[in-house]
C-alpha cells in the first residue's frame, strides 16, 4: 500500500497542545515542549499525530477561534517551531494533521474586522449578516446564534460563541481563502486537516427556522429543542468538500471531518465520505455507547452498516469534547485495556487522545477551575470539558511544567504516569502490543470482519479475515469469568489477562486476540 494510504493502516494520536508539556514554565504546554516527548509518541507505534488548535486565538474556544490561519500563536510557540516539529515528526516516519477550524473565525481575525467596519465593505458577505434576526436557530454553546454587532446595527450568525462568527461558505471566495490555507500548510508539510464542524459550514440559502423539537432539556439549553435541518448538513455540501479533496490530494494529504451532530445520530458523517469527498469522518457511536457486548455490537454495526463502499471507519473512544472513557465506561484499568482491543483490532482507523495510553480518567475539578465557556454557563448541569483536557501525567509529580499547571493535574498522578509502565500488565504496554500486532498481522491491517450469527450475551466478538489469516477477537464486557463455546482457536495472540492458553475461559473484562 502506498505512502498515501498510511492513514488506512495506522493509527493516529491526538494531542491537546496545551496540555502536553509546557517548556517554558508559564503553564501552558507548547510546541517545543511537545517535540522534546516525541519519543513516547514514537514509541507508542502510531503512525501521525494530531494537534488541536496552534494558530493565533484569543483563546476565548481555546484556541477554536482562529484570528490567523497562517501562522502559531505565541503561547504555543512560532511557524519555525512548527516547522521544526513537523520535520521532527517526519523524521521519525510519523505524520503531522492540524485542526482546521474553517465552520467559523474570531471576531479578532482580519476577514471579521473588515466585514463588521461597514455594509459596503469588500468582505461584508464573508460572514453572514442580517439587518434583523431572520430566524430561530439557536448557538450550540447556549442562547440565541445571532448578535447585534454595534458598528452597523445588523445581526450576524454564529453557531457557538459570539465571538465566532461564521463564514460565509456561500461566498465563493470565502471557499478559495480556505483553500489557500490548506495549500498553504501542505507546503510546509503537514499531512492533513481534522475539519471541526465542517456539517456546519453551508446553511439554506434562506435561513429558514428550524422545526421545533421535543426535549426535557430544551427549556434550559434552546439547541436540543430543534431539528437542525437548515443550519447544517445540505445537500450540496459535498461539492464544497469535493474542492478541499481536490487540494488535499494534489499534495497526498488526508481530510477528516468531525461532525456536529445529536447523540446516536452519527450516521450522518457517513454521507460525507467517499472518494470525492472527505477520507474519513468521525462517527462517535461507539464512543456514546453503554459497556455491554450488545449496545457495542450496535454501535460498531451502525458505522460500518451506514459507510459507501468508498468509505472508511474511524473509532474514537475519548477526545477532548467528550468525557474520557475509563471514567465514563467504569471498570478500572481491565476495561480500559478491553477498549483498547476493540479500537485496535476492528477495520479502520483508531484514533487515541492523549493520556488514553496511561487510563486517564476525567479530572475531578472544581468550579473555581472550571474555564471551559460551556461549563461556566451550564454548571453544574454540565461541567463542560475541562475534565477531559487536564495536562498529561509524566511522572509522579507531573513533569508537565515546572509553574502552576493552567488546569490541575489528576489526583491519580502520583501512581498513574509514564514513568509506571514496566509493568508488562500495564495499559501502555496493551496499546504498544495491540499497535505492534495491527501492524504486523495482515487480517487486522486489512481483513474482512465476520460477525458471528449469534451475538453472546457477554462477550463482543468478531473476525477478521484474510486469505492467508484468520484472527478472531473477543471482548469479555462483564465482572466475571466467561467461558465462550465455539472455535477457540489454535494460538493467543495478545490477551490483556496474559492469558496463553485458547481453552482458558475469559477473565473478567480480559480482551483477547487469537489465531484461528
Not at 26 to 55: K, M, T, Y
Not at 379 to 401: I, L, N
Not at 480 to 489: D, K, N, Q, T, W
Request: with cysteine; aromatic share 12%; net charge negative.
Amino acid at each position: 500500500m502506498s505512502d498515501a494510504a498510511w492513514w488506512r493502516t495506522g493509527a493516529v494520536y491526538q494531542i491537546y497542545p496545551r496540555s502536553f508539556q509546557d517548556s517554558t514554565g508559564n503553564g501552558i504546554g507548547d510546541l517545543p515542549g511537545l517535540r522534546s516527548r516525541l519519543d513516547w509518541v514514537e514509541q507508542l507505534g502510531v503512525s501521525a499525530v494530531w494537534l488541536s488548535p496552534v494558530h493565533p486565538s484569543p483563546q476565548a474556544d481555546f484556541g477554536y477561534d482562529v484570528a490567523d490561519y497562517c501562522d502559531v500563536d505565541p503561547i504555543f510557540g512560532s511557524l519555525a517551531d512548527m516547522d521544526q516539529l513537523i520535520h521532527d515528526c517526519h523524521a521519525r516516519g510519523l505524520k503531522v494533521v492540524l485542526d482546521g477550524v474553517f465552520n467559523h473565525t474570531s471576531d479578532q481575525h482580519a476577514w471579521f474586522t473588515a466585514s463588521r467596519a461597514d455594509k459596503t465593505n469588500a468582505k461584508r458577505d464573508w460572514y453572514i449578516w442580517r439587518d434583523t434576526v431572520p430566524n430561530n436557530w439557536k448557538s450550540t454553546f447556549g442562547g440565541t446564534a445571532w448578535t447585534q454587532d454595534p458598528a452597523t446595527g445588523s445581526y450576524y450568525l454564529h453557531s457557538f460563541l459570539p465571538a465566532q462568527p461564521d463564514l460565509n461558505w456561500r461566498n465563493p471566495d470565502v471557499v478559495d481563502a480556505v483553500l489557500d490555507v490548506l495549500r498553504f500548510w501542505f507546503e510546509r508539510g503537514v499531512d492533513g486537516f481534522r475539519l471541526d464542524v465542517f456539517n456546519s459550514y453551508l446553511k439554506h440559502p434562506d435561513l429558514p427556522s428550524n422545526p421545533r423539537r421535543w426535549h426535557p432539556g430544551a427549556l434550559a439549553y434552546g439547541y436540543v429543542g430543534q431539528h437542525h435541518i437548515h443550519d447544517r448538513d445540505q445537500s450540496d455540501l459535498p461539492e464544497v468538500l469535493g474542492r478541499m479533496r481536490a487540494v488535499a490530494d494534489e499534495f497526498g494529504a488526508v481530510l477528516i471531518g468531525e461532525t456536529l451532530d445529536e447523540k446516536f445520530r452519527y450516521d450522518r458523517a457517513a454521507d460525507f465520505v467517499g472518494d470525492d469527498q472527505l477520507h474519513m469522518a468521525f462517527h462517535f457511536a461507539l464512543l456514546h455507547s453503554r459497556w455491554t457486548a450488545k449496545k457495542l455490537a450496535t454501535a460498531i454495526r451502525s458505522q460500518l452498516n451506514a459507510l459507501p463502499k468508498d468509505g472508511w471507519p474511524t473509532w474514537v473512544l475519548s477526545n477532548h469534547d467528550f468525557q474520557r472513557h475509563p471514567t465514563r465506561w467504569g471498570g478500572g484499568d481491565e476495561r480500559a485495556k478491553a477498549a483498547a482491543v476493540i479500537a485496535l483490532t476492528l477495520p479502520g482507523t483508531p484514533f487515541l487522545y492523549y493520556g488514553e495510553e496511561l487510563g486517564m480518567a476525567e479530572g475531578r475539578l472544581k468550579r473555581a477551575d472550571i474555564v471551559d465557556p460551556p461549563g461556566i454557563r451550564f454548571w453544574p448541569v454540565f461541567k463542560g470539558r475541562d475534565g477531559a483536557r487536564t495536562p498529561m501525567q509524566w511522572t509522579s509529580e507531573g513533569a508537565f511544567t515546572t509553574g502552576i499547571p493552567w488546569l490541575p493535574l489528576n489526583p491519580d498522578t502520583p501512581w498513574r504516569h509514564a514513568e509506571a509502565t514496566a509493568n508488562p500488565l500495564s495499559i501502555v504496554h496493551t496499546y504498544r502490543a495491540l499497535l505492534a500486532l495491527r501492524r504486523n498481522n495482515e487480517a487486522l491491517r486489512s481483513g474482512a470482519t465476520i460477525w458471528p450469527d449469534t451475538d453472546h450475551a457477554d462477550v463482543l466478538s468478531w473476525q477478521r479475515v484474510v486469505a492467508s489469516e484468520r484472527v478472531r477477537v473477543l471482548v469479555n464486557t462483564v465482572d466475571r469469568s466467561v467461558l465462550v463455546p465455539g472455535e477457540a482457536g489454535t494460538q493467543v495472540l495478545w490477551s490483556t489477562a496474559a492469558v496463553t492458553d485458547v481453552r482458558e475461559p475469559l477473565a473478567p473484562n480480559e480482551g483477547r486476540v487469537v489465531r484461528v
